[in-house]
Nanobody
Framework: LHVAESGGGSVQPGGSLILFCEAS????????MGWFRQLPGKEREGVAV????????FYADSVQGRFTISEGKTLNTVYLQMNNLKPEDSGTYFC????????????????????WGQGTQVTVSS
């Protein structure tokens, strides 16, 4: 399975970006796909997840109401719509696919995901 992100870039505070992720080489639906981010000097944190069952979505408190994760029309694709971006949202955003665990609630921990992309950079600056 190969995971690839796209859509990062630079934007001014208050602006928007859309990230896209595709998990290819997988013939069935991944149990979940999610986004993590690693901000400068901080550990990687879970931002959002969408479970194929439902589908159900969950968000970190820091992005609730500003970010929206959604499944694409193609199998194992996902978008992250990011609105009202803040300088503290700047960092590397990673897509993760499929879970080792059986959870269908809340944001999984990093170790629960099987596959990862290489990351895409998001910079929010005036």
């Amino acid at each position: 399975l190969h995971v690839a992100e796209s859509g990062g870039g630079s934007v001014q505070p208050g602006g928007s970006l859309i990230l896209f992720c595709e998990a290819s080489g997988y013939t069935s639906s991944a149990k979940a796909m999610g986004w993590f981010r690693q901000l400068p000097g901080k550990e990687r944190e879970g931002v959002a997840v969408v479970y194929s069952r439902g589908p159900a979505t969950f968000y970190a408190d820091s992005v609730q109401g500003r970010f929206t994760i959604s499944e694409g029309k193609t199998l194992n694709t996902v978008y992250l719509q990011m609105n009202n971006l803040k300088p503290e949202d700047s960092g590397t955003y990673f897509c993760a696919a499929d879970l080792r665990s059986n959870r269908y609630y809340g944001i999984p921990k990093e170790a629960e995901y099987r596959y990862w992309g290489q990351g895409t950079q998001v910079t929010v600056s005036s």
